[in-house]
């Protein structure tokens, strides 16, 4: 089992950053793959970032690619997500999520931070 719990939501103004974490425990995060998804009123959840454990590689949503940046701290054994440049379409529950990385699904999950950005 892998504990997931989020952290850094907030309410910001357009143009404003902010930065989410995730801290994780139970197990060895070496064959992990971490990402982050958010899920906004209405609508469905969608991915918006991941990070492999072991190498760093990232991937991003084309839709915060260039504003929000995943990170890992391995000491700490959390994931970040640095996100500048917030726009009010960014209002979301943020979801922070782990997988084994030969797995097709996310199988933890956090329980959310809310983020919300006025215009």
């Known amino acids: 089992q892998v504990q997931l719990v989020e952290s850094g939501g907030g309410l910001v103004q357009a143009g404003d950053s902010l930065r989410l974490s995730c801290a994780a425990s139970?197990?060895?995060?070496?064959?992990?793959?971490m990402a982050w998804f958010r899920q906004a009123p209405g609508k469905e959840r969608e991915f918006v970032a991941r990070?492999?454990?072991?190498?760093?590689?990232?991937y991003y949503a084309d839709s915060v690619k260039g504003r929000f940046t995943i990170s890992r701290d391995n000491a700490k054994n959390t994931v970040s997500l640095q996100m500048n440049s917030l726009k009010p379409e960014d209002t979301a529950v943020y979801y922070c999520?782990?997988?084994?990385?030969?797995?097709?699904?996310?199988?933890?999950w956090g329980q959310g931070t809310q983020v919300t950005v006025s215009s």
């Open positions: 990070i492999r454990w072991s190498g760093g590689t990232t």
């Open positions: 139970g197990r060895t995060l070496s064959a992990y793959s």
């Open positions: 999520a782990a997988k084994v990385v030969v797995r097709a699904e996310y199988e933890y």
